[in-house]
């Protein structure tokens, strides 16, 4: 691992890393390329990993009925696997994409195609995060575990939808929700049907804000034959956002009330807060959303983590009630 070139300092920092990251201005140099492969300097995508994971851990709770000590390892472990898991599956997407990355102007800093980090030293990195995530699935229940180690399949095959459709959005949401089967049956013990729902409103909402995201790219996109839901929709885009918007909330009200029907009158329409909050924030997206703005669209994208912060705000008052 200490095989990593030593940088001069901020020389490889990434174009949409955040300005004055903890890894750009703490980190030991020799650390930098290994944490920037893991996206420790740019943290919405662990929140947008672990955001459906609560949902679904809180609904479980209002479903049924129960909250235990274990719980809260649950929510916790959840917050460390979301780290360490979508460290891994970044690693293994630039291993993937490497060729591809050092053609892109917002990209080509990258650990491995800027030389920082060979693909030997990346594997092993993946290697190490996977390990040490697994060690905390283990810690779950069977069927829990089983659904961990089926996620892996969509980690490993999301890099490469981009090159064979035009929806590699779809093949990311698959991989980024998961977690919301894995929490419900963790907490429960087995897999329900408002857990099938909650994932298919977080694969909603992923095509939303990973469209936005893809926006960035679409000209390095068309350049190298890279396909995404951003270069399909072009300027039909805030047509789909919408749709994919009232998907989204729609799903997720019908998860809440799968969940929550047996509850109080009161705990039922806290919850039902949570959908409308968060639609209310996508909205603002949509209204926002404006392709020609580059650092408007890595602003509203990073906003997504607010955007899924909210149900959880209004699940933990339903729960009290």
């Known amino acids: 691992m ?3 070139s030593q940088e001069p300092e901020g020389s490889f920092t990434i174009a949409d890393a955040v300005t004055g990251n903890w890894v750009d201005t703490a980190a030991p140099n020799w650390m930098k390329p290994y944490l920037r492969l893991s996206r420790l300097d740019r943290p919405i995508g662990t929140w947008l990993l672990l955001l459906p994971c609560w949902w679904a851990l809180a609904l479980a709770m209002l479903w049924s009925d129960e909250a235990s000590w274990f719980d809260a390892w649950i929510f916790a472990g959840c917050a460390i696997g979301a780290t360490l898991m979508r460290g891994a599956g970044c690693t293994w997407n630039d291993i993937t994409d490497r ?3 050092g053609a892109v102007e917002r990209t080509r800093n990258r650990p491995i195609p800027s030389g920082q980090v060979s693909v030997k030293q990346a594997v092993i990195w993946m290697v190490i995060q996977t390990g040490v995530s697994l060690g905390i699935l283990l810690t779950f229940n069977w069927a829990a575990i089983a659904l961990g180690v089926l996620s892996l399949l969509p980690v490993v095959i999301y890099p490469f939808a981009k ?3 035009w929806w590699p959005q779809v093949f990311l949401g698959l991989a980024f929700n998961w977690g919301a ?3 419900w049956t963790a907490h429960s013990g087995s897999l329900g049907w408002p857990a099938v729902t909650l994932y298919a409103t977080g694969i909603a909402w992923t095509l939303f804000y990973d469209t936005i995201y893809a926006h960035q790219d679409t000209e390095d996109d068309a350049l190298i034959g890279i396909k995404s839901t951003a270069r399909l929709f072009g300027d039909s885009t805030p047509r789909w956002l919408l749709y994919f918007l009232v998907a989204s909330v729609t ?3 019908f998860a809440v009330v799968q969940s929550a029907s047996e509850r109080s009158v009161w705990s039922l329409i806290v919850a039902l807060c949570a959908p409308w909050a968060f639609g209310w924030h996508l909205n603002w997206q949509l209204r926002k959303y404006n392709p020609e703005d580059q650092a ?3 602003t509203l994208f990073r906003s997504n983590r ?3 912060l909210l149900p959880v705000l ?3 008052i339903a729960l009290l009630l």
């Open 296 to 298: 408007g669209l890595i």
């Open 314 to 316: 209004f699940f933990a």
């Open 251 to 253: 799903l997720f009200c």
């Open 99 to 101: 060729d591809f990355d």
């Open 306 to 308: 607010d955007a899924g």
């Open 2 to 4: 200490q095989g990593a």
């Open 181 to 183: 089967l894995l929490t």
């Open 163 to 165: 090159r064979f459709t």
